[in-house]
């Protein structure tokens, strides 16, 4: 589970936008997601047409002190998909702050509350509220990451140091450390300004700006506006091209971030080390005749792999890989209701690097294990495929 918080004291930034529909890609390529509004103005909660007739309890019902006790965050959730929830807020939110003056513990009652509900997602996305107050001391604190959308313009970048101001004093005065990444936001590279604002960026925040660029466009408003995320408003828009890509990329991360040790290890080795490697991981399969995981076991090359994945809103999903030199194989959806698209590949033993393709955009493979870095800045799946065992 990883627990991203979307945080800039200056509002207007693409804060709320990025919470939505980052949310809503991950779930589309499979991952189970909670996202939390904890902005007073209940602006997420709106963008997914969620309506006050829709929830009794929000967010504000959690994390308060009532006498007669308070519901968990599993209590209030509003489902959006199979693979989306959400807790919704409203404008009672503002007076948290005020009720809690004084309260032991009130930094951490978001912290508390995600502890009955982590096991069940795979990201959780905190929306926070436009200032640097309680709510968003919370959401820092209950977040391992941070998320600052950025605009170009010269007060976003004062927001960003303001929110590197409090993440400082979280880590100094609490032990409390989070992983910092900046998105730029509403992006046109046409303008200068934009451009020199990316290099000021970079200059900045070095490896720690996304590849992926939100660029601007009225499709993102009017999604908004609608009640949807983009990928449901239109997935034909460079909106839902961005975001898709970003959801990507995060995952990319985390595949590199989390994985196991010695993977990390081979990722930052050399060519002849990985070589040796991969035929040391071979023997040892042989010797102890089993499978291991994510190695897959064939009788013969026309037996092949079977590669599969399940995203029920997808329209196309192809595979790519060294197995069919990179160029598209179309995946068969074979379970309507799950959405779970299959091929077989023919393949002979060996190493593969592969990609899915989703409605045009590339991306690894949501559960695999094994990623490595390409000569291009992102990340391919790897599978490794042994010999088959005969019994004699």
């Known amino acids: 589970m990883r627990i991203i918080a979307i945080a800039n004291q200056k509002g207007g ?24 509004d904890f902005d007073p103005q209940g602006h997420a909660t709106l963008g997914l047409g969620i309506r006050s007739g829709d929830y009794e309890k929000s967010v504000f019902d959690v994390i308060d002190f009532p006498e007669d006790g308070n519901p968990s965050l599993s209590d209030i959730i509003v489902k959006r998909n199979e693979y989306l929830d959400v807790v919704p807020a409203d404008v009672v939110l503002s007076a948290i702050e005020q009720k ?49 959308p950025l605009e170009p313009s010269t007060f976003s970048l004062h927001g960003l140091q303001k929110i590197f101001e409090t993440v400082h004093l979280l880590k100094e005065g609490l032990g409390h450390d989070l992983s910092i990444r900046a998105l730029m936001t509403m992006f046109e590279a046409r303008t200068r300004f934009a451009r020199e604002f990316e290099t000021k960026t970079q200059e900045f925040f070095g490896d720690r700006v996304y590849r992926v660029k939100i660029r601007r466009t009225v499709s993102l408003r009017e999604a908004a506006q609608a009640g949807k995320a983009i990928v449901d408003f239109n997935r034909e828009s ?76 997808a329209r196309s999903v192809q595979l790519a890989g060294d197995f069919n030199n990179w160029l598209a194989d179309d995946l068969t959806l074979t379970d309507n209701e799950k959405g779970r698209w299959e091929i077989k590949i023919p393949v002979t033993q060996g190493r593969y690097r592969y990609k899915f393709i989703v409605d045009g955009q590339w991306c690894v493979d949501p559960k695999s294990d094994i990623v490595e870095a390409n000569g291009y800045g992102t990340f391919d799946s790897v599978i490794e495929v042994g010999a088959a065992e005969h019994t004699p």
Do not use: W
């Open 100 to 148: 809690l003056a004084g309260v032991p513990g009130r930094e951490t009652r978001l912290l508390e509350k995600l502890t009955t509900v982590g096991k069940d997602y795979d990201f959780i996305v905190i929306d926070c509220p436009p200032s640097l107050g309680l709510l968003t001391f919370n959401a820092l604190m209950a977040a391992e990451e941070l998320i600052v």
């Open 238 to 313: 460079s909106g839902f091209e961005d975001y898709m890509n970003l959801a990507c990329e995060l995952i990319e991360e985390g595949r590199v971030r989390f994985q196991p040790s010695d993977v990390t290890q081979e990722i930052q080795a050399t060519q002849e080390t990985q070589e040796n490697q991969e035929a040391q991981e071979i023997q040892e399969i042989h010797e102890a005749k089993e499978m291991r995981s994510p190695v897959l076991m064939f009788e013969a090359k026309t037996e092949g792999v079977l590669f599969s994945i399940e995203l029920p809103l």
């Open 13 to 36: 930034c693409g804060k709320t936008t990025t919470s939505i529909n980052l949310s809503s890609c991950l779930s589309f390529l499979g991952k189970q997601v909670l996202l939390i």
